[in-house]
């Protein structure tokens, strides 16, 4: 399987202290979950898999995308788009210039303005581009910040928590768009969470992680 | 593209290469090795000499007395009043009041409160004649007393709206209200609830800047050439004058003086420090006597009357400097000039702008080169994972912790040595010795508070380290970035020592000046450029708080804090 995720005997250790060992595939179009209690290594792992890992803590194994090891590679090389709770959208740029922050570099300049139009058309925000996104609702911040990791072309999502801030109206709402969008571009997809909800509408396989024995 | 390791190495060259420097050049002078000046040492003359001086003991006296007293009188205001009035209203409007008092020089400080308190100042010509009786000043002596009276007030209405700032900042670590709540649960009176749980946290955090206080006030010297004795006057001040006279071999003298300043200020401390675990131990018995302090009206009462006193004095004193600035004529016993006119403005104006434009081309440069190699400190101990430890945070208060006069006159002798001193860019780097300092204070919570997951977004995003700090950190830090420029070029307006003795006189600004005319007592002169000074120091405080909000005008997440 080269078109996905692949970890293989991935092992993290904090010092000499192993914290955590899986081996997991996701498919395109396949959104796998993971679950477990607070403190069992969920955003450790995440953090590997982005290249975001604190110097304290080491990596074995193998970690692969569309066939590529990752563990070498920089963040902003990898490809990976990521979704945290809040949306975090940059507050200091209007809501089209966050866009454009992520539209990947190979769009011509006279190219990327237009781009950008065309992506806030696609998410419903026509005419947005000049807003200020702190005037934004919920709702249209989570099409933002989702649309934004789209344009940087990411070959899979990582999803941390990214459901949990919302109320449980908006939250079946932007959780359907995001797995919806994902399936339908064929992205791989790790959704990391507690909620049980959000794991069934995944629909994937569920992972959960246990707390290591050498904690007990 | 890492960014080169330089910046850290240069920061702690730039900071501790003049400090230690001036040391090495003060203790060689000491033992009267000057081979600049043609003597050849070791020999111990210049201690000899020192010891012979008459003054000697009055000069340290009044030292540890003036810089001992300001110090605990400071300490004890600002401890009080947060105690009895942390959290209400009243306290909030008094920290508005006293966080722009923070940037007044303080020698224009010193000013105002001479103006005010001296015979012939505001105070008595309020209550003369009527009250007093007094046609002409009274031959009382109100400033530039034996026991340095005046120049420890002058010391305190400045101290106190430091150490309450940066207390305010401490307290957001402590954990102060849920502390507070368990305290007065148990039935503590406020006050003591809050010295007894709160305290012990908060003064952990505070202990540099307040030993960073008592080595500054055991050592100023524009404060007390303005509101001090003169004969004699304190250890430093008698420093310079050594090192200002036309008889070179003086400045061996000078530098074993500068040595024994350097001594009295590490003994204080050390007393300080001592000082401390005895307060603790006693305190012990208080805090497990039970008593519950719940009469502190009078203290709280109290304290708020002192806080209100030191403001309404700088305020007041401000005033008076304005009004003098503008005064035609005025004579003794009346309150008020008989007219204003502008002109001493037009007297003086054009030699005041000219050295405001030097004294903002030496704080500009000194504060930018101090941005450059803070924040680039900052980012490189970021993508480095370089922890700064307590230890790494003494050699950043060095330069503030060395008495000035222990090793400003090392390093000008040094300088005079190259053939390097007398020039604006040895005044700016000397500048920079103090402003790096504060800069790194400042802007070290808000660039470490940045939420990291902002930079996560943007790697994941495909953009570059470089690309996150220039585009998104920067602009996003830069209402606290304006608030440091505004900070640094206030440090560096109000340096009167590194100013005069590594500028050799050649390079004057507003505060040599201004401290200069002290001598002369020409009133009107004193208040046009101590004004300036102080508009020179506030202007760029005015302009952080504005511009964030000008180019943000539409960035409504971006107005907080």
């Known amino acids: 399987m080269d078109d996905g995720l692949a970890l293989r005997n991935l092992r993290i250790s904090h010092g000499e202290r192993p914290l955590l060992e899986l081996s997991l595939t996701v498919a395109p179009g396949q959104v796998t979950t993971v679950m477990g209690p607070s403190g069992v290594g969920k955003s450790t792992l995440l953090s590997a898999i982005s290249g975001h890992l604190a110097p304290e803590f080491s990596l074995a194994g193998e970690l692969c995308l569309r066939g590529r090891d990752l563990i070498p590679l920089r963040p902003q090389d990898r490809g990976i788009g990521i979704l945290f709770q809040d949306h975090l959208l940059f507050p200091h740029l209007s809501t089209g210039d966050n866009l454009a922050f992520g539209l990947a570099p190979r769009h011509r300049r006279a190219d990327r303005r ?35 990791m789209l344009l940087a072309e990411p070959g899979l999502l990582l999803l941390d928590e990214p459901f949990s801030g919302l109320d449980a109206n908006l939250r079946r709402r932007v959780r359907q768009m995001v797995l919806d969008t994902a399936r339908d571009r064929h992205l791989p997809v790790l959704l990391v969470t507690h909620d049980h909800e959000d794991a069934e509408a995944a629909g994937g396989p569920v992972i959960t992680l246990a707390t290591p024995v050498s904690d007990l | 593209m890492r960014l080169p390791p330089l910046l850290p190495t240069l920061t702690l060259l730039a900071l501790l290469g003049p400090v230690l420097a001036g040391l090495w050049g003060t203790l060689r002078a000491a ?35 003036t810089g001992g007293l300001a110090t605990l009188s400071s300490l004890l205001i600002v401890t009080a009043l947060i105690a009895g009035w942390n959290g209400t209203r009243p306290f909030r409007m008094m920290v508005r009041v006293l966080s722009p008092l923070l940037s007044v020089p303080h020698a224009a400080a010193a000013f105002g409160l001479l103006f005010l308190i001296q015979p012939s100042g505001w105070v008595i010509r309020a209550l003369s004649p009527w009250l007093t ?36 900042a401490a307290l957001a670590q402590t954990q102060g209200a849920e502390r507070m709540r368990i305290a007065a649960a148990l039935g503590y009176g406020r006050s003591a609830g809050w010295l007894f749980s709160v305290f012990p946290a908060l003064y952990s955090r505070i202990r540099l800047p307040v030993y960073v206080v008592l080595a500054y006030s055991m050592s100023v010297v524009d404060m007390a050439l303005i509101l001090g004795p003169s004969t004699p006057p304190t250890l430093s001040v008698q420093i310079l004058r050594w090192m200002g006279d036309p008889d070179l071999t003086l400045r061996s003298l000078a530098s074993a003086a500068a040595l024994l300043q350097l001594t009295l200020v590490l003994m204080a401390l050390l007393a300080w420090h001592g000082a401390e675990h005895l307060v603790a131990r006693l305190s012990r018995r208080l805090i497990t006597s039970g008593r519950r302090w719940q009469r502190d ?38 309150a008020l000039p008989d007219a204003l006119s502008p002109s001493s403005w037009i007297r003086h104006g054009p030699i005041a702008l000219k050295t405001l434009g030097t004294t903002f081309a030496i704080a500009l440069a000194a504060t930018g080169l101090a941005l450059v190699l803070t924040l680039g400190c ?9 922890a700064v430890t307590e230890r790494a945070m003494w050699l950043l208060y060095l330069p503030l912790l060395v008495p000035q006069t222990a090793f400003l006159p090392g390093l000008q002798t040094l300088l005079l040595g190259v053939g390097a001193d007398r020039s604006l860019w040895a005044v700016v780097f000397a500048h920079l010795v103090f402003v790096l300092p504060y800069l790194r204070l400042s802007l070290e919570g808000p660039f470490k508070d940045w939420d990291a997951r902002q930079g996560r977004i943007a790697a994941a995003l495909g953009a570059s380290p470089n690309r996150i700090f220039f585009c998104l950190r920067l602009p996003m830090l830069l209402g606290a970035i304006l608030t440091a420029i505004a900070l640094g070029v206030a440090v560096s ?69």
């Not at chain 1, 058309?121 to 709702?139: N, W």
């Not at chain 2, 081979?35 to 000069?59: H, K, N």
């Not at chain 2, 010391?155 to 940066?166: A, D, N, R, S």
């Not at chain 2, 900052?378 to 370089?386: A, K, Q």
Request: glycine content about 10%.
């Open chain 2, 31 to 65: 033992v009267g090795h000057l081979p600049e000046l043609g003597m050849q040492g070791p020999s111990l003359a210049p201690v000899t000499a020192l010891v012979e001086w008459p003054g000697l003991w009055a000069a340290v006296r009044l030292s540890l007395v």
């Open chain 1, 114 to 148: 237009l781009k950008v139009e065309e992506a806030l058309r696609q998410i419903g925000l026509e005419g947005y581009y000049d807003r200020d996104p702190a005037t934004l609702s919920g709702g249209q911040k989570a099409r933002v910040a989702l649309m934004r």
């Open chain 2, 378 to 386: 900052l980012e490189t101990e970021e993508r480095r994972h370089l």
């Open chain 2, 133 to 168: 009786g007094w046609e002409r000043p009274p031959d009382l002596l109100l400033v530039q007393d034996p026991m340095g009276l005046a120049l420890t007030l002058g010391l305190i209405v400045k101290e106190v709206p430091f150490l309450l700032l940066i207390s305010l």
């Open chain 2, 297 to 334: 009206r009078w203290l709280r009462f109290g304290v708020v009357s002192l806080a209100m006193l030191c403001v309404t004095m700088v305020l007041f004193g401000l005033l008076g400097l304005t009004l003098w600035s503008f005064a035609a004529g005025w004579r003794f016993p009346e």
């Open chain 2, 493 to 561: 307006i109000g340096q009167y020592l590194p100013t005069l003795l590594i500028g050799g006189g050649r390079v004057q600004t507003l505060t040599t000046e201004a401290v200069a005319l002290a001598a002369g007592g020409d009133r009107r002169a004193i208040g046009v450029f101590a004004l300036l000074q102080t508009a020179a120091a506030l202007l760029p405080f005015a302009l952080a708080l504005w511009m964030p909000k000008a180019i943000w005008h539409n960035r409504k997440d971006m107005h907080h804090g």
